[in-house]
């Protein structure tokens, strides 16, 4: 049975997953509430390459829409850090 493309990213493995994206800089941001990226799995992605940053943003499900505060604070950070 063949997965849509945001349903295989779930069934495959996470720190192979983080190998291949931190080629560059890399931030995880997930919602605290997430239901599909849960904090154990974000743990173990930090833990695969250095350098990651994480970024819950509290009271929000999967995807934060980048207009919360916390969002917003940490993606202008990130971005200023990459310059």
């Known amino acids: ?3 849509p493309l945001h349903r295989r990213a779930l069934h ?3 720190e192979s997953r983080t190998r291949r994206l ?9 919602g605290a509430e997430s239901d599909i990226l849960s904090r154990e ?6 833990m695969v390459q250095r ?6 943003v509290p009271g ?3 995807a ?3 207009v919360e ?3 917003l604070e940490a993606l202008t950070d990130f971005l200023a850090a990459k310059g």
């Open 22 to 30: 931190a080629k560059g800089a890399l931030a995880i941001m997930r």
């Open 69 to 71: 505060p916390a969002a």
């Open 1 to 3: 049975m063949r997965f």
């Open 51 to 56: 350098g990651v940053r994480l970024v819950e």
């Open 60 to 62: 929000v499900g999967h």
């Open 12 to 14: 495959t493995n996470p």
């Open 64 to 66: 934060p829409s980048l």
């Open 41 to 46: 799995t974000a743990a173990r992605m930090l």
